[in-house]
């Protein structure tokens, strides 16, 4: 399963961006997809998940009330509305994914089979 993440860049502390993940995988639609981050001498730290169906989600605390997860199967991508942006959130961001059709989604990086290359998210305050 080959994943392209896109649609980071810079942004001012409090702005927006929207990250997307993209396949082709024929059957991405059961594949759970999770976001990690990683800044610059940090370890790298899950972000957001979603189930296979888009029915159930997950966030790290830093996360919640800022960032929205959401998948469009059809289109087979994953989205990551991220609100409200902090210097804190500057890091790349990876979205992985694998073989899942359970409700219960993990958020630890060990479970995720497929990679991909990650997307550059700078914000500055």
């Known amino acids: 399963v080959q994943l392209q993440a896109y649609g980071g860049g810079s942004v001012q502390a409090g702005g927006s961006l929207r990250l997307s993940c993209a396949t082709s995988?024929?059957?991405?639609?059961?594949?759970?997809v999770g976001w990690f981050r990683q800044a610059p001498g940090k370890e790298r730290e899950f972000v957001s998940a979603?189930?296979?169906?888009?029915?159930?989600?997950y966030y790290a605390d830093s996360a919640k009330g800022r960032f929205i997860i959401s998948r469009d199967n059809a289109k087979k991508t994953v989205y990551l509305q991220m609100n409200g942006l902090k210097a804190d959130d500057t890091a790349k961001y990876y979205c992985?994914?694998?073989?899942?059709?359970?409700?219960?989604?993990?958020?630890?990086?060990?479970?995720?089979?497929?990679w991909g290359q990650g997307t550059l998210v700078t914000v500055s305050s």
């Open positions: 995988e024929r059957f991405f639609n059961n594949y759970a």
């Open positions: 992985a994914a694998y073989n899942s059709i359970s409700t219960k989604v993990s958020t630890t990086a060990d479970a995720y089979h497929f």
């Open positions: 979603i189930s296979w169906n888009g029915g159930n989600t």
